[in-house]
């Protein structure tokens, strides 16, 4: 079954975030809203947003499936 | 009393595992029953099956003492990463497993290069990365007898006895076969990675409750490492290599099998996203925050339990304890009927020239478990220091499976030349660079051995690709893998004969 585009395009986002050096490199500090070092804001907004896309995806497909049947 | 506390706490884990193993044991009626559980079971147990297997024990001793000593460059997303790999495998993999009977990952690289060379060279790598981990697994089992003592074994005595009680632990492993690990693993991954999370989040409070802040920490354990450091791209390798190397892992890539449909394996993925964000980050928050305690940083590989006994003593550090127990125990059962699996299926089963029938299998699989839990038993009560180099070395040589895993799956690309030959060029970088380099190449920016592997390897598979001609036959026999065709490639066949 083809992911919708927008899957996709998510799941490249998640991957260029996830290893991108400048990314990586940039977090350095403490976050001024939350008082958290920034390489935690990213680190736990990046496994946010993975995990966030692959349970869209499963139900993406899964509504996609159900609409098919 | 403490001791029969922690001792207790671990004793009756064991039990509780051993029933429900009692109480669900089915004879298995053939090798892919044996294998892969008849292909037969839904998203939860798959998912807790994954994490079983890819976060055993050692991420609550050497993940956590890592973070504890270097910061956040010991953060990693690969478990998160993989989970959408095996999303986007899931359609491909299960559906070429149950067309074609697939049970270990070599299996399917035959399938797809039609080559019994690739069957054998990806089994190597297979079975010599998963060795040295199951001793280091054995040996974690060593760690948490050894902090459950509370001192009164020493630490030789506490990983022998951690030792015998995982061979005891192997005989329903054996005897079970797949479907006992993934029932198993239910119980333990629930232990291991929602318990383990609760107790994670307790022992943050408490800490902050006690004192800790992050903002007293070194800046260097809160940044990673940047372009004016030796090993810039230290960090992006630590991501890239074990996310790459997550799916090659024999006994990870087999969950994909396992389940009872497509449906399922994407369900697991979609359960482990949560859970996975929810225990890998807050695991590093904790080793994080407790970075500055004199106690943790004396022993950082032990701080999971200094802090459980810190923050509540005997019956803290028990919980702790079981943690680690379960956690260890999911990943070794794997390991060991990966290896036992892939020896009677990928090498002794394509070596012979008579096929194995599915008796022969299920037989010379438990006779390769039972050898293998021995010779792991052996080494793990050795002083052996070296060990855990030569388990990130086997990391490095394993990631090599994954360009013609990958390539092979994703893509039409490739032929076995490439494959093979790729492969052992990438093994052979790996070896030469490892003697000097063994964490990082400084000339390389901070890229492991395994990362300059993967380019040779990488270089040698697209050369191939690009100066051998694909035969017609060839052509035809990848548009019907592929699904572009209904007729059954004649020469596959002959590769999976042995299978049906």
């Known amino acids: ?69 | 009393m403490a001791l029969l506390v922690t001792y207790g706490a671990l004793a009756l884990f064991f039990a509780i595992v051993v029933f429900i193993l009692q109480r669900s044991y089915v004879a298995d009626r053939n090798f892919t029953d044996f294998a892969v559980a008849g292909r037969s079971f839904g998203g939860f147990y798959q998912a807790m099956a994954f994490l079983n297997t890819g976060l055993p024990g050692f991420v609550f001793l050497g993940t956590f003492g890592f973070i504890a000593r270097e910061g956040v460059v010991g953060i990693g997303f690969s478990t998160l990463l993989a989970a959408i790999v095996m999303y986007l495998m899931a359609d491909r993999v299960w559906t070429w497993g149950e067309k074609y009977n697939l049970r270990t990952q070599p299996d399917l690289m035959a399938l797809r290069f039609d080559s019994n060379a690739v069957r054998l060279v990806a089994a190597s790598l297979g079975i010599f990365g998963l060795m040295p981990w199951m001793v280091l697994g054995m040996q974690s089992l060593g760690a948490v007898f050894y902090a459950l003592s509370l001192g009164q074994l020493s630490f030789s005595m506490a990983v022998l006895l951690g030792v015998v009680v995982m061979a005891l632990r192997q005989i329903w492993t054996i005897r079970m076969g797949m479907r006992g690990i993934i029932i198993s693993d239910l119980f333990q991954g629930t232990v291991a990675y929602l318990l383990g999370s609760v107790l994670i989040v307790g022992l943050i409070v408490w800490l902050y409750a006690d004192g800790a802040t992050l903002h007293a920490l070194p800046a260097r354990k809160l940044a990673f490492p940047g372009p004016d450091t030796p090993k810039p791209l230290l960090f992006f390798s630590l991501t890239l290599l074990p996310l790459l190397a997550y799916l090659c892992w024999p006994d990870l890539f087999i969950r994909l099998y396992t389940g009872s449909g497509v449906e399922s394996v994407k369900r697991s993925s979609a359960y482990l996203g949560p859970i996975g964000l929810v225990f890998v980050m807050s695991l590093a928050y904790l080793a994080l925050l407790a970075s500055n305690r004199a106690d943790v940083l004396a022993n950082p590989d032990a701080g999971w339990f200094t802090l459980a006994m810190a923050a509540g003593g005997p019956l803290v550090l028990a919980l702790a304890g079981v943690t680690v127990f379960a956690a260890s125990m999911g990943n070794i059962d794997a390991t060991v009927q990966s290896i036992g699996a892939q020896v009677a299926n990928d090498v002794i089963g394509a070596i012979r020239r008579e096929p194995l029938g599915e008796r022969g299998l299920m037989i010379t699989s438990q006779i390769v478990m039972t050898i293998t839990t021995t010779v792991a038993a052996v080494i793990a009560s050795l002083p052996l220091p070296a060990l855990f180099t030569i388990g990130l070395f086997a990391i490095q040589v394993m990631v090599q499976l994954s360009v013609p895993l990958y390539f092979g799956i994703f893509t039409r690309a490739g032929n076995k030349q490439g494959a093979v030959a790729g492969m052992i060029g990438g093994v052979a970088t790996v070896c030469v660079l490892q003697i000097t380099w063994p964490l990082g190449i400084p000339w390389a920016y901070g890229l492991t051995t395994g990362a300059l592997g993967l380019i040779v390897n990488l270089f040698i598979f697209v050369v191939a690709h690009l100066l051998v001609p694909r035969t017609e036959a060839e052509r035809e026999r990848l548009d019907a893998l592929f699904g572009q065709e209904s007729m059954h490639p004649p020469v596959t066949s002959q590769i999976m004969e042995h299978h049906s």
């Open chain 1, 1 to 69: 079954m083809r992911l919708p585009p927008v899957v996709k395009l998510w799941f490249f986002a998640d991957v260029l975030l996830a290893l991108w050096p400048q990314a990586h490199w940039s977090m350095r500090g403490f976050d001024p809203a939350f008082g958290l070092p920034l390489a935690l804001v990213y680190a736990y907004g990046t496994g946010a947003f993975i995990a966030l896309s692959v349970i869209v995806a499963y139900l993406s497909q899964r509504k996609t499936r159900g609409a098919a049947d």
